[in-house]
């Protein structure tokens, strides 16, 4: 027994006792059990008691692992715990004894990463109670101790994430609903993120989805807006916070049905009278571009196919398909402000995908048809956007009254939008002949008047 310090004798006596020391050699202490206990955070009981000597103790992030070190000194001297663990972790009492527990890390690099917790068990406090810097470098020279290590591997598991890999929808519905279903095995709560490929999709919101009983969050559903019709890249991920599941989604969006050739379509007034309105602006053909032209030659090119210009009342008929529609596309306007431009879902206006190709109005004009829902309820297309269209209906004097649609591609004009720009006295005369109109026509300025975004569509 090595009687050189007497920790156990008074403060005052202290410094005397600390300089009486024999040459008896000091054994440092042994160890006479060691064991570590791990446990997942989110598990209703600890795992099994295991010897640190033996096994990697595996612990999820955030988890405790509980450690017990029994040592004995055959000097008889007192013994003492240091404990030592890695950055990220944290000790529940860092100057605990034969007991302690450590906190694992919240985040780690990759699946797993190994920590090594360290307790050093020695036979002298000398930092503590000497109060003398000599005596306590003495101290320390005398100190014997030895180390035991715990080996710690933080795991960290990917989330589990379910979702379908193809989707479908027509172009007309408005908006598309996906759902996605995830799971943690750590038991980490997840969060979801969408993402479309490039600007083509939108991703108008993502709400959590919940269990009926529980109320605990179990998937992700997003509202989702294709701008354009085709193939599309949708991405959903989940994440625990350090790790991440992805999966890719196909979503097909075709145009249902296909946007006629050209042609007329039948329609009803609330008049009950029936009429034929040519599906596009003339030269009503889908794929080709709108022509812009004078009064009188759109009136003379209505005749030449046995037609005449639309009157205002057939033209916002065509628009709101018989309601009291503001524009004549199925889907709003207003639901797309935030962004650059709406693609094709709407109508050929500003913020359309034309719109951006040129600053010049007439470069952003689109072929017939390139808007699949601007107009799709009635099936007369681009009333609203694209080019004005010239009206005329006779008044109440029997004179031919001229007006203008004024919804282009440089004006979102609504359906109930066409304004009176003329007036030709028609003295009983029949409007629609030809040879009558030029010559009523022949000291007005609609006889030669003609602007770029100005054209037609005939009616009969």
């Known amino acids: ?160 994430l379910e979702a379908i890999a193809d989707a479908t929808s027509a172009f007309s519905t408005p908006q598309i609903v996906i759902e996605a279903f995830g799971s943690d095995p750590d038991g980490d709560s997840l969060e979801y993120h969408w993402a479309g490929s490039g600007d083509s999709l939108g991703i108008r919101s993502a709400k959590a989805i919940r269990d009926e009983e529980t109320g605990r969050p179990i998937g992700s559903r997003a509202t989702i807006v294709a701008f354009f019709p085709g193939l599309h890249k949708l991405r959903v991920s989940a994440s625990d916070g350090a790790a991440q599941t992805e999966r890719e989604i196909a979503l097909h969006v075709s145009i249902e049905p296909p946007l006629p050739a050209g042609g007329t379509v039948r329609l009803v007034l609330p008049t009950d009278q029936a009429y034929e309105i040519d599906a596009y602006e003339y030269p009503n053909a889908k794929g080709e571009q709108p022509q812009s032209t004078s009064f009188f030659q759109a009136v003379r090119r209505c005749a030449a196919e046995g ?82 269209e010239w009206l005329a209906a006779l008044d109440d004097a029997g004179d031919l009254a001229v007006y203008v649609a004024a919804s282009s591609v440089s004006t979102s004009g609504a359906c109930d939008g066409a304004s009176l720009v003329s007036t030709l006295p028609m003295a009983g005369q029949d409007p629609y002949d030809i040879e009558v109109l030029a010559e009523v026509m022949a000291d007005s300025p609609l006889q030669t008047f003609e602007q770029p975004l100005l054209g037609f569509r005939c009616c009969r």
């Open 307 to 388: 037609k005449r210009l639309c009157s205002p009342d057939e033209w916002r008929n065509a628009c709101q398909a018989g309601q009291t529609r503001r524009f004549s596309s199925i889907d709003d306007l207003a639901a797309y402000d935030s962004r650059d431009h709406f693609g094709i879902r709407f109508c050929n206006v500003p913020g359309s995908a034309f719109s951006h190709l040129s600053s010049n109005p007439n470069e952003q004009l689109a072929p017939s048809g390139s808007f699949p829902n601007c107009g799709s309820a009635s099936g007369v297309f681009d009333l609203t956007g694209n080019i004005d």
């Open 1 to 160: 027994m090595n009687s050189g310090w007497c920790f156990a004798a008074p403060l005052l006596a202290l410094g005397a006792c600390s300089l009486l020391h024999d040459d008896l050699p000091n054994d440092p202490p042994t160890v006479h059990l060691a064991w570590m206990i791990c446990q997942s955070p989110g598990t209703a009981s600890p795992d099994t008691l295991i010897n640190s000597a033996d096994t990697v103790c595996r612990v999820r992030r955030g988890g405790e692992v509980r450690f017990g070190v029994r040592a004995a000194d055959e000097d008889d001297d007192p013994v003492f715990y240091e404990w030592q663990g890695p950055a990220g972790g944290r000790f529940r009492d860092p100057q605990a004894q034969e007991t302690n527990s450590w906190a694992a890390p919240d985040t780690i690099a990759g699946s797993s990463e190994q920590f090594v917790v360290q307790v050093r068990v020695i036979d002298r406090n000398c930092g503590g109670v000497i109060p003398d810097e000599a005596d306590r470098q003495r101290c320390a020279e005398d100190a014997r101790g030895l180390s035991e290590n715990f080996l710690v591997e933080v795991v960290q598991r990917e989330p589990r």
